[in-house]
């Protein structure tokens, strides 16, 4: 278990430095076809269309736009590096591109049950990303700018994120 607390020295004394993040949205999207490519110089590569989906949050919200990808590799480890990119359409109408990679791991049964498509408790996997935004709008321009990350989970049909931006 790592902290999200560190120190500095700073003026002859040590800082306490914390990480600290506020809650950005909520991302749900279907995943609507699987191309399983197989194995390729990187491990294995899958490619999931994405479908529809959402996405809410107490500065922003609005959907998802159908044909955004995942074209993830699974290592020789078993763990599953997304590569995704997909377009959000605010509820005023603003378009934002959101790309990111992470990781999905955890034990080689858990993994198994996922693959399988069960429903697995977010618990038992680690499922993390970093997204990056990029948009034209001003009113949301303040997302070229931030850092966040995923806590991620997925479902047979569906992929999801509790986003947060890092302060």
């Known amino acids: 278990m790592w902290s999200n607390a ?5 003026n002859g004394g040590l800082i306490m430095l914390e990480l600290k993040s506020d ?11 699987l191309h ?9 590569r899958h490619v999931d269309l994405l479908g529809a989906g959402t996405f809410e949050g107490p500065r922003l919200r609005g959907e998802v736009l159908p044909g955004g990808l995942d074209m993830k590799t699974i290592r020789s480890d078993g763990a599953a590096i997304p590569n ?22 955890g034990p080689p049964e858990v993994m198994a049950r996922i693959a399988a498509g069960e429903i697995v408790d977010s618990s038992e996997y680690y499922h993390r990303n970093t997204p ?6 001003p009113k949301y321009a303040w997302l ?24």
């Open 23 to 33: 809650f950005l949205f909520t991302l749900s999207a279907s995943v609507t076809r």
């Open 132 to 137: 990056y935004f990029e948009t034209s709008s």
């Open 144 to 167: 070229n700018r931030i850092v966040a990350v995923g806590l991620g989970w997925r479902k047979a049909d569906r992929a999801g994120y509790e986003v947060f931006e890092i302060l």
């Open 6 to 10: 560190g120190t500095i020295e700073q």
């Open 84 to 105: 995704v990119r997909l377009v959000l359409k605010t509820n005023d109408d603003a378009l934002i591109f959101m790309h990111y990679t992470g990781i999905r791991c």
């Open 36 to 44: 399983d490519v197989g194995p390729v110089p990187a491990g294995t």
